[in-house]
């Protein structure tokens, strides 16, 4: 292990580089019309955020992602990058809800990562929980793809019907579920979620390929430090 952790130092001086500026919490931005991507989903997350956040991210796209968000005051993220451990960040919420009750838990979580601990959401809406759930649904392991085998099945999930799980995991407590494809309708559902009353589940339909700002960075100075 020590030789891994020296190996990533030098790995990470090699390929030192600025990392992407990041936006100021409650600085306006121009919600996009079309397509959801990686940019304009991050956009609007931010837009959501406010003092006192709980957010949880997974390893992926969704850890990368998040680097560049910019936190409001009293707010916290829960990451764990080090170690690569996808689907800790499904029972690591329903942890931090049991914990805070009184804070507004949002837990960003990718497709692959999500398939291998969902069931934990059965427990969050047996006690009654509120988290907003982003589920990030670009189609398999996008930040594997960007490494390592872009085509290769190993690459690859099963497809599941997202938003019919809550119901399926417990009967007796209902969540509200939405699938959303574009920017405008994220916007409007988060609205609606600025005092969540009961578990949100949103299933954020992504590009299969688009990677966000500093996952890019690092893919390149890979692809660099490797002789293209």
Known sequence: MAQAVSTLRELCLECAFAPPPTRSAG?????????????????????????GDIILVDQGTAAFGAAALSLPDGAEVVVQPLWGSIGYSLPAAF?????????????????????????????????????VILLLNNDGYTVERAIHGAAQRYNDIASWNWTQIPPALNAAQQAECWRVTQAIQLAEVLERLARPQRLSFIEVMLPKADLPELLRTVTRALEARNGG
């Open 27 to 51: 600085q306006p931005v121009r919600i996009d019309k079309g397509e959801l991507t990686q940019e304009s989903f991050w956009q609007t997350l931010q837009q959501y955020l406010k003092p």
């Open 95 to 131: 942890g931090a809800q049991t914990a805070c009750p009184d804070r507004r838990v949002i837990l960003i979580i990718g497709d692959g990562a999500a398939q291998l601990t969902i069931q934990e959401m059965g427990s969050m809406l047996r006690d009654g929980q509120a988290p």
